[in-house]
């Protein structure tokens, strides 16, 4: 009960600062509408701060389930309360994951940006680059990759049964092992932050929807290849409408 709470807050409060930096006139994001020759350090900083904010909103409510089974198992291995230290480190070792993956979504922001491929005002990408990312995310729906990392998401109980580890120590690594399935899984649909806007809250709110949807329904592949499917499709689209066009999306 008492884990749930605690991940109900953080998820809460991380969406609550998103909405404050969305609704902010500054959007606490200087470096997104800064010109080229601003983008300094302490700009690059802060926006992986925000790409790591919309990690714990995004991919908060779709880890709960692993992670509450940890902390249950966890308790009938050792016989102790709540497993809140065992279970922070496993929760550090999964964000963490998602940090390093923030960091680089920052990074291709940046550069993104400098290249003229990103608009200044709400971080979404030119008609061409956002086609090719709508093809990459729905191409990779089909691929092994993503169904062998899906597999092991949708599945808490033979992750802990093939990957448990004891001590403070092996919950750490736990998280990363499992964070590192879960970026496996969803990378290439984060990337579509760049399509509709690297701050929209609809396209947060619509990502971390399907990521619950794909882990927890039981008709996975149907839903992941239908997805793809129609993402190829609005890519293949987009480029078309560049090709004929070409106006930013």
């Given at each position: 009960?008492?884990i749930g709470?605690?991940?109900?807050?953080?998820?809460?409060?991380?969406?609550?600062?998103l909405y404050?930096?969305?609704?902010?006139?500054s959007m606490?994001?200087?470096?997104?509408k800064?010109p080229?020759?601003q983008?300094h350090?302490?700009v690059?900083?802060?926006?992986?701060l925000?790409w790591?904010?919309m990690?714990?909103?995004?991919m908060?409510?779709s880890?709960?389930p692993?992670?509450l089974?940890?902390?249950r198992?966890?308790q009938?291995?050792?016989?102790?309360g709540?497993?809140?230290?065992?279970?922070?480190?496993?929760?550090?070792?999964?964000?963490?994951?998602?940090?390093g993956?923030?960091a680089?979504a920052?990074?291709?922001?940046?550069?993104?940006?400098?290249a003229?491929l990103?608009?200044?005002?709400?971080?979404?990408?030119s008609?061409?680059?956002?086609?090719?990312?709508?093809?990459?995310?729905?191409a990779?729906?089909?691929?092994?990759l993503?169904?062998?990392?899906?597999?092991i998401?949708?599945s808490?109980?033979?992750?802990?049964?093939?990957?448990?580890?004891?001590?403070?120590t092996?919950a750490?690594?736990?998280?990363i092992?499992?964070?590192?399935?879960c970026t496996?899984?969803?990378?290439?649909?984060?990337?579509?932050?760049?399509?509709?806007g690297?701050?929209s809250?609809?396209?947060m709110?619509?990502?971390?929807?399907?990521?619950?949807v794909?882990?927890?329904?039981?008709?996975?592949?149907?839903?992941?290849?239908?997805?793809?499917?129609?993402?190829?499709?609005?890519?293949a689209?987009m480029?078309?409408?560049?090709?004929?066009?070409g106006?930013m999306c």
């Amino acid at each position: 009960m008492l884990i749930g709470t605690v991940l109900l807050v953080i998820t809460l409060l991380a969406w609550g600062q998103l909405y404050l930096m969305d609704m902010s006139a500054s959007m606490a994001l200087p470096g997104i509408k800064a010109p080229a020759d601003q983008w300094h350090l302490d700009v690059a900083v802060m926006g992986a701060l925000m790409w790591s904010l919309m990690m714990v909103a995004m991919m908060m409510p779709s880890a709960s389930p692993m992670i509450l089974t940890y902390t249950r198992i966890h308790q009938q291995r050792t016989g102790r309360g709540q497993a809140v230290a065992p279970t922070g480190l496993f929760v550090a070792g999964y964000l963490g994951v998602w940090l390093g993956f923030s960091a680089l979504a920052a990074t291709a922001q940046w550069a993104l940006y400098h290249a003229g491929l990103l608009s200044a005002a709400m971080g979404k990408s030119s008609a061409p680059l956002g086609g090719v990312l709508l093809i990459l995310a729905g191409a990779f729906q089909f691929s092994r990759l993503k169904q062998a990392c899906l597999r092991i998401c949708r599945s808490p109980i033979g992750f802990i049964m093939t990957e448990w580890r004891e001590g403070p120590t092996g919950a750490l690594l736990m998280g990363i092992r499992h964070g590192a399935y879960c970026t496996g899984c969803c990378w290439a649909l984060m990337l579509l932050m760049f399509v509709g806007g690297v701050m929209s809250l609809i396209w947060m709110a619509g990502l971390a929807l399907y990521f619950l949807v794909e882990k927890l329904t039981p008709w996975p592949r149907p839903i992941g290849q239908l997805t793809g499917l129609l993402l190829i499709i609005a890519g293949a689209i987009m480029l078309l409408s560049a090709a004929f066009g070409g106006t930013m999306c």
